[in-house]
């Protein structure tokens, strides 16, 4: 029995390494952004932002975003900001509150304080090619303070 379940936990620990090495195959058009809280942000809450561009005629940006230990039953957005040099230090502060294309749409939390959206962004305007550094961060809809914030990530408009 015990060998079993080995053998279980095995092939899905392979499963979600060989998703993961897929999904950050081509960084420029897919990644994950990690959120973490600031210094004086709930120590214990995280996510993630899950950064989509399918290789079709649109260009269509999907965020598949998660967030865990947050204040329970509440709203959150989800911004990002970018820069045009790609040096893997993000100092633009153009924050673009994002959602369900230009509409912004909140994050809200259960009762245990996860929450999930699935938000998108179309970049039909921006020329195809164009590579920027950008970050993420999660506000609190009611105090507008940081929650979560990502690290810098490198990101080219792709179709």
């Known amino acids: 029995m015990r060998v079993l379940m080995f053998i279980t936990v095995l092939a899905a620990l392979t499963a979600a390494g060989a998703a993961t090495a897929h999904d950050n195959a ?22 993630k932002v899950d950064f989509r561009q399918p290789e079709d005629a649109d260009k269509i940006v999907y ?7 947050l204040l ?30 230009v509409d912004p749409a ?21 020329p195809t090619g164009l590579e920027l550094d ?5 506000l609190d809809a009611v105090t507008s303070g940081v929650v979560l914030q990502s ?3 490198e990101f080219t408009v792709s179709q």
Request: glycine share 12%; hydrophobic share 35%; with cysteine.
């Open 106 to 126: 909140a994050i809200d939390t259960n009762a245990n304080g996860a929450g999930r959206a699935s938000l998108f962004r179309d970049l039909a305007a921006v």
């Open 26 to 47: 081509d960084p420029g058009r897919n990644l994950r952004a990690s959120l973490r809280p600031p210094a004086d942000g709930p120590a214990e809450a995280y996510g």
């Open 151 to 153: 690290g810098c990530y």
């Open 72 to 101: 329970p039953n509440r709203s959150y957005y989800l911004e990002r900001a970018t820069d045009g040099t790609v040096d893997g230090v993000c100092s633009g502060t153009n924050w673009l509150r994002l959602g369900q294309g």
């Open 134 to 138: 950008i970050r993420f961060r999660v």
């Open 63 to 69: 965020l598949d975003v998660s967030v865990r230990h």
